[in-house]
Nanobody, 123 residues
């Protein structure tokens, strides 16, 4: 089992920045690809970003490309999502996910999930 805990959400004005963190425990962190997803009210959960086991490869949804950056620190068992130039449409609950597969981590069938952290962007 892998336990994931997100933090860093909050309320920010449009154009502002937030940095989300995902702390992992339970298994060898570097064996898992990590991902971020989000779910807005009334909408399905959607992929935001993913990063490979070593951090050498990253993937982004078109809607966040150029504004968000995913990273990881395997020594700290933590993944991050730096969000810049935030827009009201970025408002959602953000979830951290972990999976051994770099393909599966980009889908909602990822093996492990955190409880989510709320991000609200005001206009």
């Amino acid at each position: 089992q892998v336990q994931l805990v997100e933090s860093g959400g909050g309320l920010v004005q449009a154009g502002g920045s937030l940095r989300l963190s995902c702390s992992a425990s339970g298994r060898t962190f570097s064996n898992y690809a990590m991902g971020w997803f989000r779910q807005a009210p009334g909408k399905e959960r959607e992929f935001v970003a993913a990063i490979s086991w070593s951090g050498s490869s990253t993937y982004y949804a078109d809607s966040v490309k150029g504004r968000f950056t995913i990273s990881r620190d395997n020594a700290k068992n933590t993944a991050y999502l730096q969000m810049n130039s935030l827009k009201p449409e970025d408002t959602a609950v953000y979830y951290c996910a972990a999976d051994r597969s770099l393909i599966t981590i980009r889908t909602i069938t990822s093996s492990y999930w955190g409880q989510g952290t709320q991000v609200t962007v005001s206009s």
